[in-house]
């Protein structure tokens, strides 16, 4: 099966902060995506990337940036934590550009 | 712009009680629709993909729908392991053919009680 592993389960960060979330998957897909989720508001796109060293914004990408210097990983970057970036991080992949996407775990990232 | 809309927003069902789930949209040219399961503080779990009116899914106790502008998802005889959000998402054709990335709803919270 393939697998999608997301590095934390919980992250407790300061305003201001500089906040890595890593994210690996191990079947050689070729698309990564980053998500994340709210209460009342479902999940929201921040970027994607369909090759190594490509990125295409989301709908949310203010506040965000991401690498993805190797296929198998792709990471999530708060350059400046901030309260209102406190929520449920997905990651994900997909080999194709098709929806069956495969999610990680999450990281649950509090921001005080 | 693509929009996804799930009915109801929460569904408490008794053991046995099988009932729907509804995931209706609005999209230019619907490359797939998609259901996945998202158990509490997990990341959703692909269940079915949907290409066009007609098609049918099943899995288990549950079979997935589509018509032109809505999806079900039928659970039949639900067992309390079925307990989890359902999330509905569609994709759309780009003008090149491609895929747009995913829509997706915000989810229907079913609760089986035994």
């Known amino acids: 099966d393939v697998k999608v592993t997301q590095s934390s389960r919980y992250l407790v960060k300061r305003t201001g902060e500089k906040v890595f979330l890593e994210c690996v998957q191990d079947m050689d897909h070729e698309n990564m995506f980053w998500y994340r989720q709210d209460p009342g508001l479902g999940l929201r796109l921040i970027y994607f990337s369909y090759d190594v060293k490509m990125k295409e914004k989301g709908d949310i990408p203010e506040g965000y940036s991401v690498s993805r210097e190797k296929k198998e990983r792709f990471s999530l970057i708060l350059e400046s934590a901030s309260t209102n970036q406190t929520s449920m991080y997905l990651c994900a992949s997909s080999p194709d550009t098709l929806g069956g996407y495969t999610f990680g775990s999450g990281t649950r990232l509090t921001v005080v | 712009e693509d929009q996804v809309t799930q009915s109801p927003e929460a569904l408490r069902l008794q053991e046995g009680e099988s009932s729907s789930l509804n995931c209706s949209y609005t999209?230019?040219?619907?490359?797939?629709l998609f259901w996945y399961r998202q158990d509490p503080g997990k990341g959703p779990e692909f269940l079915f993909t949907?290409?066009?009116a007609g098609e049918e899914k099943e899995k288990e106790r549950l079979k997935a729908t589509l018509t032109k502008k809505e999806s079900f998802l039928h659970i039949t005889a639900p067992k309390p392991e079925d307990s989890a959000t359902y999330l509905c998402a569609v994709q759309a054709v780009t003008s090149q053919g491609g895929s747009e990335k995913l829509v997706f709803g915000k989810g229907t919270k079913l609760t089986v009680n035994p």
């Open positions: 999209v230019s040219g619907l490359r797939g």
């Open positions: 949907l290409y066009s």
